[in-house]
């Protein structure tokens, strides 16, 4: 009789170290098979595997465990970590695996919650499923699904993620079984893993059939009149169709009819992002306009059309009206419509202790940093994106307390959720570590992170101000304008350090930072977790240091030692 040998795991935002601390902590000769979905970019290969395997080789050399980018039709083993690959839905059937391009959901592919709801489907109650840190609800229906059919339901404790959304969604809605730290996570799946299981089970409901069939672009259930739920006012925001809702107990879901699929939180998030995004082609549009009736108002002057020119001056400055209102909005929006800043003497956009919540609380929970009358000598500019918390958590571990430089820091965050990331690390080095209110100082011995949905730029006078404005490279908090911010306002003493991460963000800050005598520090790709960034960095020609990761806290003690070059 099988045990509890189907392990299912969910996980987003800061999903990389919980899971490698979890796989790492279970046992080699684990009864089970292990099926893992982190969200993780379309665009970019995935070393997740990788990176699990060496986590797991750290801490058991010996380990037969074995983390791997399933193939399509791939059959299922015991000792097998099968990691969803970029722009697939990891599905499980009665003995293998499917991989389908099938319709996101939460705005995802891979997403949690079609493989729990397959897992849950194909094997009832031989299923575990967990749902690690992650921002929004994704694995939420799925967790429920699981419990549907007698399956096991553990989430990580919100109070441990760094991010605590899918967790506490998951909490709130499903009736969980554990909430356990990670380490406690792998203790009881190893044990559950050797439990036996009964055979009889809840038998599958027609509406988790359909939607585990969605996933796969199954045509009967894509073509099905009869569909679950009943239709909202609601468009979709993938594909502009009516979406369906569907109420599960305290759970509401929606679905279009193409298949794509939503929760609450995650369709709210959808349409902030379609709103921002009609925000800026509106910005686009009416400058454009008025660049355009300027030019023709100045062309029918030259030919003393002075009606004509008239009626384009009067549409230009109503152009130019109509695209203030809406700056003024994207500027807005996010910051609960506070006033503007400058850095480095320009106007950079809405600033706002609502950057950290904005309220009586949030201030009391901002912890205090040592006042000082001098501005700090150097700062240190850090960025890093997927798997930047460890990458991170070893470089300021590792620096003394009386560390002479201030140190920003830009992470790339879900902008839907407050960040834990300031919490965490607090507790990782001794250092204080706060989330940047607009307003802050720069001190020596302190950490500044730049808040979700903000960039975080540093002024010559060592305040930091927060600003809205457009995405760079797709992200907000960008590296790029927090190094060239500092560069602009340390010159020399300025020191920008890359981190692993996807994508090139902070290429084009370093070498602002270069051109202003600044020293660049690249972490080797080769040994970082994802070496998008670094790879980007060193492409630019313009680094000083490439170096493992355990070798830049000694290397930055050394620099703010010594005196600035030139």
């Given at each position: 009789?099988?045990?509890?040998?189907?392990?299912?795991?969910?996980?987003?935002?800061?999903?990389?170290?919980?899971?490698?601390q979890l796989l790492s902590h279970l046992p080699s000769d684990i009864p089970a098979a292990i099926f893992?979905?982190?969200?993780?970019?379309s665009e970019s290969p995935s070393i997740l595997p990788k990176i699990l395997n060496r986590a797991i080789?750290?801490?058991?050399?010996?380990?037969?465990?074995?983390?791997?980018?399933?193939?399509?039709?791939?059959?299922?083993?015991?000792?097998?970590?099968?990691?969803?690959?970029?722009?697939?839905?990891?599905?499980?059937?009665?003995?293998?695996?499917?991989?389908?391009?099938?319709?996101?959901?939460?705005?995802?592919?891979?997403?949690?919650?079609?493989?729990?709801?397959?897992?849950?489907?194909?094997?009832?109650?031989?299923?575990?499923?967990?749902?690690?840190?992650?921002?929004?609800?994704?694995?939420?229906?799925?967790?429920?699904?699981?419990?549907?059919?007698?399956?096991?339901?553990?989430?990580?404790?919100?109070?441990?993620?760094?991010?605590?959304?899918?967790?506490?969604?998951?909490?709130?809605?499903?009736?969980?079984?554990?909430?356990?730290?990670?380490?406690?996570?792998?203790?009881?799946?190893?044990?559950?893993?050797?439990?036996?299981?009964?055979?009889?089970?809840?038998?599958?409901?027609?509406?988790?059939?359909?939607?585990?069939?969605?996933?796969?672009?199954?045509?009967?259930?894509?073509?099905?009149?009869?569909?679950?739920?009943?239709?909202?006012?609601?468009?979709?925001?993938?594909?502009?169709?009516?979406?369906?809702?569907?109420?599960?107990?305290?759970?509401?879901?929606?679905?279009?009819?193409?298949?794509?699929?939503?929760?609450?939180?995650?369709?709210?998030?959808?349409?902030?992002?379609?709103?921002?995004?009609?925000?800026?082609?509106?910005?686009?549009?009416?400058?454009?306009?008025?660049?355009?009736?300027?030019?023709?108002?100045?062309?029918?002057?030259?030919?003393?059309?002075?009606?004509?020119?008239?009626?384009?001056?009067?549409?230009?400055?109503?152009?130019?009206?109509?695209?203030?209102?809406?700056?003024?909005?994207?500027?807005?929006?996010?910051?609960?419509?506070?006033?503007?800043?400058?850095?480095?003497?320009?106007?950079?956009?809405?600033?706002?202790?609502?950057?950290?919540?904005?309220?009586?609380?949030?201030?009391?929970?901002?912890?205090?940093?040592?006042?000082?009358?001098?501005?700090?000598?150097?700062?240190?500019?850090?960025?890093?994106?997927?798997?930047?918390?460890?990458?991170?958590?070893?470089?300021?571990?590792?620096?003394?307390?009386?560390?002479?430089?201030?140190?920003?820091?830009?992470?790339?965050?879900?902008?839907?959720?407050?960040?834990?990331?300031?919490?965490?690390?607090?507790?990782?080095?001794?250092?204080?570590?706060?989330?940047?209110?607009?307003?802050?100082?720069?001190?020596?011995?302190?950490?500044?992170?730049?808040?979700?949905?903000?960039?975080?730029?540093?002024?010559?006078?060592?305040?930091?101000?927060?600003?809205?404005?457009?995405?760079?490279?797709?992200?907000?908090?960008?590296?790029?304008?927090?190094?060239?911010?500092?560069?602009?306002?340390?010159?020399?003493?300025?020191?920008?350090?890359?981190?692993?991460?996807?994508?090139?963000?902070?290429?084009?800050?370093?070498?602002?930072?270069?051109?202003?005598?600044?020293?660049?520090?690249?972490?080797?790709?080769?040994?970082?977790?994802?070496?998008?960034?670094?790879?980007?960095?060193?492409?630019?020609?313009?680094?000083?240091?490439?170096?493992?990761?355990?070798?830049?806290?000694?290397?930055?003690?050394?620099?703010?030692?010594?005196?600035?070059?030139?």
């Open positions: 009789m099988p045990g509890h040998d189907i392990i299912v795991i969910g996980a987003s935002a800061g999903g990389v170290e919980a899971l490698s893992v979905v982190l969200h993780v970019p080789a750290k801490r058991q050399q010996q380990s037969s465990l074995k983390a791997l980018h399933p193939e399509d039709g791939e059959p299922i083993k015991y000792g097998r970590i099968y990691v969803a690959p970029p722009d697939r839905h990891l599905l499980l059937k009665r003995g293998s695996i499917s991989l389908a391009r099938g319709p996101k959901e939460n705005g995802h592919r891979p997403a949690v919650d079609p493989l729990f709801r397959s897992a849950a489907q194909a094997y009832g109650q031989r299923v575990v499923g967990v749902v690690l840190s992650g921002t929004l609800d994704d694995g939420t229906a799925g967790l429920m699904a699981v419990k549907q059919r007698d399956g096991v339901a553990i989430v990580q404790d919100p109070e441990e993620a760094m991010y605590s959304g899918m967790p506490r969604s998951a909490i709130e809605n499903v009736e969980v079984d554990r909430i356990l730290p990670v380490v406690n996570i792998a203790a009881s799946i190893a044990e559950l893993a050797r439990q036996p299981v009964a055979t009889e089970t809840t038998g599958v409901s027609d509406d988790m059939e359909m939607e585990a069939d969605m996933a796969e672009l199954e045509l009967n259930a894509m073509q099905n009149p009869d569909r679950p739920g009943r239709p909202s006012p609601y468009g979709c925001p993938d594909c502009g169709g009516v979406l369906w809702e569907l109420n599960e107990g305290k759970l509401v879901r929606f679905r279009c009819r193409t298949g794509h699929a939503y929760s609450t939180d995650s369709l709210l998030a959808a349409q902030s992002e379609s709103l921002e995004d009609a925000l800026w082609n509106a910005l686009r549009a009416l400058e454009e306009k008025a660049a355009l009736t300027e030019r023709l108002g100045n062309r029918a002057r030259d030919r003393q059309q002075t009606y004509s020119a008239k009626r384009f001056g009067e549409q230009a400055r109503t152009a130019h009206h109509q695209a203030a209102l809406v700056r003024q909005l994207i500027l807005r929006n996010g910051s609960n419509g506070s006033d503007t800043s400058t850095a480095n003497g320009q106007v950079v956009g809405s600033q706002s202790s609502a950057a950290t919540g904005g309220t009586p609380e949030a201030e009391m929970k901002h912890p205090a940093v040592e006042d000082s009358s001098s501005l700090p000598q150097k700062v240190v500019a850090i960025c890093a994106s997927a798997g930047g918390l460890n990458a991170l958590s070893q470089v300021l571990s590792a620096l003394p307390t009386e560390f002479p430089a201030a140190i920003t820091v830009v992470q790339h965050v879900s902008p839907h959720y407050p960040s834990m990331m300031a919490d965490i690390l607090s507790r990782r080095t001794k250092m204080p570590v706060v989330e940047v209110r607009a307003g802050d100082n720069l001190r020596s011995g302190a950490v500044y992170i730049a808040p979700p949905d903000h960039h975080l730029l540093v002024n010559t006078d060592g305040s930091l101000s927060l600003t809205h404005s457009e995405l760079v490279h797709f992200v907000r908090p960008s590296a790029d304008l927090l190094f060239e911010s500092v560069a602009a306002s340390f010159k020399q003493q300025a020191i920008a350090v890359v981190l692993t991460g996807t994508g090139s963000d902070g290429a084009m800050g370093v070498r602002a930072i270069a051109e202003m005598g600044g020293t660049v520090i690249v972490q080797d790709y080769k040994s970082a977790e994802f070496g998008g960034m670094p790879e980007a960095a060193i492409n630019t020609g313009v680094v000083d240091l490439v170096l493992p990761l355990n070798e830049i806290a000694p290397t930055l003690v050394k620099l703010v030692a010594v005196e600035v070059k030139g």
